[in-house]
């Protein structure tokens, strides 16, 4: 464990996290890497089900080493009025609340924005949903994947002939924490210029500058990545169909197979670049043709294009190919595993593994921290922290004592 001194970008910002699985709590991690002190209430039952997701290591999964990292671990029970009460100190103390509970849940233990906000005008809250905190869908559980299918993503994932396919990962989830992020940044520019953060005070004594509510439906998130979907639509009638592995109108952009069966990524779409690649692969015919000089002109002719790739990819081994196609600077890539990623040069020269240890000596690699800032990057101070690490630490600060946490702890309050 690294120095738990609050250092980064964000040093001096508290989160208060109150959400559980991925996407408010990727929100908050993106906070904590850059030097949040974030606070993470968790439920003295058994915690946030990330825990216990996918692969784990003495009962805990490994995801839960990066997506809590840097966090504070406090339990606490929202549906004690004494838990509701230490979360609502919590939350008017801080300078951003992530959540991502159905709506009304936060209102119903009186932590609702509408209430914080009543108290300390200057409160920022992030809400992450499924469907966001209006409409006629608003009460109706949400998860990544029905974003990703109601946002427009599935439906053009997969090849025509198949049924739509889902990302390798969360992909809805992690999207829509970004834009918590980013709403959450400029909530806090704008409260920093119109006032400043609540001094505690409130009558003629207040002084606040402006928070705000940033409403992150996942679906909506999910939408907002969709390109010229709605334009194309709306101006030509036009509706985006699978494509497989290709860019549609975009040629040539797809996946082909090398001789040996590996797979490579070839993006040849641009117009000197195309001229590059047909020269490439000695076909000068392809590369002289001045109906294809264009993508206007290339896209109808995507399947004679594209079989000609593949034509040359299979008399090729991929370390072959990628060395032609990068000698010719082409835009040409292998689809990387884990395995590839963790021995390749690239990834190693910019120090996309950190290395780290669990509380037993067990060695483990994390992803590093990005994006990479010049001045004051990231850092992972610590992994992520056992159920309740910080209970006490946290109620002190609230002023609680031995005996009244005692007390708490008795009770089944934390």
């Not at 159920?387 to 007390?407: F, N, Q, S």
């Amino acid at each position: 464990m690294k120095n738990t001194a609050s250092s980064g970008p964000l040093a001096g910002i508290k989160v208060l996290e109150l959400g559980t699985l991925i996407a408010g709590p990727f929100c908050s991690r993106m906070l904590a890497e850059f030097g949040a002190d974030v606070i993470k209430i968790e439920s003295p039952d058994g915690g946030d089900p990330i825990r216990q997701w996918r692969v784990l290591k003495d009962g805990t999964s490994l995801w839960w080493s990066v997506q809590a990292r840097n966090k504070k671990s406090l339990t606490l029970n929202l549906k004690d009025l004494r838990g509701q009460e230490i979360a609502r100190q919590l939350a008017l103390e801080a300078d951003i609340i992530i959540e991502n509970y159905r709506p009304g849940v936060l209102e119903k233990w009186s932590l609702g924005y509408e209430q914080l906000k009543a108290i300390n005008p200057a409160t920022i809250m992030v809400r992450l949903s499924g469907f966001g905190q209006t409409g006629p869908l608003k009460d109706q559980p949400g998860f990544g994947a029905i974003g990703e299918s109601m946002g427009g993503l599935r439906y053009v994932s997969g090849f025509p002939d198949r049924p739509p396919l889902r990302v390798g990962i969360s992909i809805g989830d992690s999207v829509a924490a970004l834009h918590g992020v980013i709403g959450a940044m400029m909530a806090l520019r704008h409260r920093d210029v119109t006032g400043g953060k609540w001094n505690g005070k409130s009558g003629d004594e207040l002084v606040a500058g402006q928070g705000q509510m940033i409403d992150v439906a996942l679906y909506e998130a999910v939408f907002n990545m969709m390109e010229s979907l709605v334009p194309e639509y709306d101006v030509a009638g036009v509706v985006r169909e699978r494509t497989g592995g290709a860019l549609p109108g975009i040629v040539p952009s797809n996946t082909y197979t090398t001789g040996d069966g590996e797979n490579i990524v070839i993006a040849g779409n641009g117009d000197a670049i195309f001229k590059r690649l047909m020269l490439a692969m000695k076909r000068d015919d392809m590369a002289n043709d001045p109906q294809l000089a264009r993508n206007d002109g290339r896209v109808p002719r995507t399947v004679e294009i594209d079989e000609a790739i593949q034509s040359w990819c299979a008399t090729q081994t991929i370390e072959s190919a990628l060395d032609i196609l990068q000698k010719a600077d082409v835009p040409v890539g292998k689809i990387y595993s884990v395995r590839d990623m963790m021995s390749d040069p690239q990834f190693l020269a910019r120090r996309m593994f950190e290395q780290h240890a669990f509380a037993d000596g067990t060695p483990v690699k994390l992803p590093a921290i990005t994006p990479k800032l010049s001045a004051t990057p990231g850092e992972t101070k610590w992994l992520g922290p056992a159920l309740g690490e910080h209970t006490d630490e946290v109620l002190r600060t609230l002023g609680y004592d031995d005996a009244g946490i005692a007390a708490l702890r008795r009770d089944g309050v934390v």
